[in-house]
């Protein structure tokens, strides 16, 4: 499912639930604009961020989204959720199994461009 798709549920659910663009952004601490780049599909939106939307929207998070858009998510793209779950992982090691991680990382690293 295309962020417009997204975006376009957002704005009916907000629409019914008979609220601005304004009092949704600022339910959810963001911007308007940013809000509204949401809706036209201007602007990627995160699994944690449609949590909250659904939630304020009384909708399930099924509604603004189908299996496939879980998994059209780009496979190059790391974003903010995983790097916050791999760094509270690290933080766990000792230094022999961080030298370890950090080596491995290396590998990948070279594997990636030589293949």
Do not use: C
């Amino acid at each position: 499912m295309a962020f417009k798709e997204i975006g376009k549920k957002i704005q009916i659910a907000r629409e019914e639930k008979g609220i601005t663009q304004i009092e949704l952004a600022k339910i959810l601490g963001i911007t308007q604009a940013a809000l509204s780049n949401y809706e036209l599909g201007k602007r990627r939106v995160y699994f944690h961020q449609i949590e909250l939307i659904a939630e304020h929207l009384e909708k399930p998070i099924s509604y603004f989204l189908d299996d496939e858009s879980m998994l059209e998510d780009d496979e190059n793209i790391i974003n903010d959720e995983m790097l916050d779950l791999l760094t509270s992982k690290v933080k766990q090691l000792n230094r022999q199994e961080f030298s370890e991680l950090d080596q491995f990382i290396d590998f990948l690293l070279w594997r990636k461009h030589n293949e």
